[in-house]
């Protein structure tokens, strides 16, 4: 490839990337799916202090009190017939979430 | 021979049109770049002018519209933003959970350096949620089960915060029938929990913390239909007796406000509670403490509106002192800002009422008021 085509490839790269920082500076948002494909019912988050364990229907709430505690690791967890793969703890309350709930929530701009 | 040589020279120098590009696109994404970073951060936030405070005493009319809409705002009080809610000079910062006392203290005096209006600086201490178990074992309110238990646990709670640099514990909890913690609110019927709830409020209060009941006007600890991403609830005499009882009292400083769409003995219009007018107002009529929003950015109120800006518009226009918005952007923070002005200057909210909000605030911060 000659020095001339490189600088061309150049140059469009860096064309391209100049536009979205421009439309990320004046935040032109582009149309796009985001979270409305998100089926919240589908997620879970459950909420254990000692032995109580009660499942949490409102995930954005969920999301915030999950936001607000110490810590967030990876670890397995069941409830009823189903699988939490993240617990977010503070002393003796957690909130386990699976998977889906934790992307979620990871989205979101409390988080 | 010598001067076409330099000729030569000169002509092979010459850039072509790709180089001339590629350096022009490089100097563009530079400074691109840099502004993109400068935002993020919010660094291109203007900075509020300063304050006549004489004898501790602020005149309204010398605070900019922005000062005072700002100063309704409770923000996440995350130290990587710190400077820009400190510019806006926003109203009170929210603080999680943390590893030690340190790390608190440090925060909270990173915070509030160089602030001529300090935040309100707020946490979330109560029932069973303990911000602090890394470092504080602490009683639930479950394990309370008599008056002078709840006033020591309120005195040694207030304490703790008082210590630790806080201002506001938005805490007791006073809703009814907790189905979802099991720990967070009293036990007993609605006249022993208001009757505990407000032994623990005298006793926070008595360290000179600001204690706040929620979640007004009642049924958040229920276990909801998970088919409806809107959520209603029917309030009976039993749900509101707590609120009445402690408000009537005057005892308690604040109250925060839920996102529910309520029907029954209180009936938020069928629109969430926290945006409700009819909700709001009467109760600012009856109660001169600070009436505080639950967090906004929750999805049983974001799912009610079109647009954002709507949203803020009419959490501000409901009534609400203090607003809470969690948002990690100080820039969107900062839009929330100048939509309110943009709706005040347009008349669609009153700035008596804005006045009336930021004269509860800093009255609360104990400064004098004109």
Redesign the interface.
Known sequence: MTNKNVLIIANVSLFIICIILILTLFEVKVPTTGMSIVDKEEMLCVVNWRDNYNSWTDIDSCCLEARKQLTCVKEQGYYMDKTVQWRCQTGELSYWLDSKAYNYCNKLSVW | MRSKKIKKRRESKKW?I??R??LI??I??LV??T??VA?ASGWLIPEQPQLEIIDNTIKLDSMTLEQKIAQMVVV?GGLYNMQAFKDMQIGGAHL????SEGSYSDTISQLQSGLQIPFFITV?YEG????F??FINATTVKDIDGIGQAFEKGSIDGKLLHELGFDINFAPVVDLDD?????RSFTGDEKEVAELAEAYILGLQSKGIIATAKHYPGKTLV?????K?I?SAQISSEDIYPYTYLLGKDEVDSVMVSHIITTGVVDSGGIPSVVSPNLIMPLKKEFSGLVISD?I????L?NFYPTLDELYVDVFKAGNDLVLN????PN?IYHMVLVIKTAVEEGEIPEEQIDDSVRRILVAKGFDVE
């Open positions: 072509t790709h180089e590009t590629f696109l490089i563009v994404l691109l770049g502004l993109n935002k996440h999680f959970a943390m590893d979330d069973c949620l303990n911000p178990a890394n189905q979802i913690w099991g720990c276990i909801k239909d998970p088919h991403n959520v967090e950015n929750m999805l049983g974001k969690f948002n990690e952007d969107e």
